[in-house]
């Protein structure tokens, strides 16, 4: 069993940053692969970033590429997610997940654990 707790949301003018941080109860966080996804009003969830654990790969939706750094520090059990150059279409609801598997980490299906999410608002 993992749980998930997200912080650092907030309402911010385009072009700031911020960094949220997901904080993992469970002492095999080191096991799982994590991700983020957020989900905009009448959305669907999608995926953001994630981190296999394994091998510390990452990958990101093209959406945010070169914005967006997700990274994690096993030590401390957790996962953080710098959001640099913010855009209005970045408003959502940002969750954190964590999930058994290494590999189709972009979907939501893989992930068996879900943060409660934490709003990120950014005005023009």
């Known amino acids: 069993q993992v749980q998930l707790v997200e912080s650092g949301g907030g309402l911010v003018q385009a072009g700031d940053s911020l960094r949220l941080s997901c904080a993992a109860s469970?002492?095999?966080?080191?096991?799982?692969?994590m991700g983020w996804f957020r989900q905009a009003p009448g959305k669907e969830r999608e995926f953001v970033a994630t981190n296999r654990w394994t091998t510390g790969d990452t990958y990101y939706s093209d959406s945010v590429k070169g914005r967006f750094t997700i990274s994690r520090d096993n030590a401390k059990n957790t996962i953080n997610l710098q959001m640099n150059s913010l855009k209005p279409e970045d408003t959502a609801v940002y969750y954190c997940?964590?999930?058994?598997?290494?590999?189709?980490?972009?979907?939501?299906?893989?992930?068996?654990?879900w943060g409660q999410g934490t709003q990120v608002t950014v005005s023009s």
């Open positions: 997940a964590a999930s058994v598997y290494t590999d189709y980490l972009t979907l939501n299906k893989r992930y068996s654990y």
């Open positions: 469970g002492r095999t966080f080191s096991q799982y692969s």
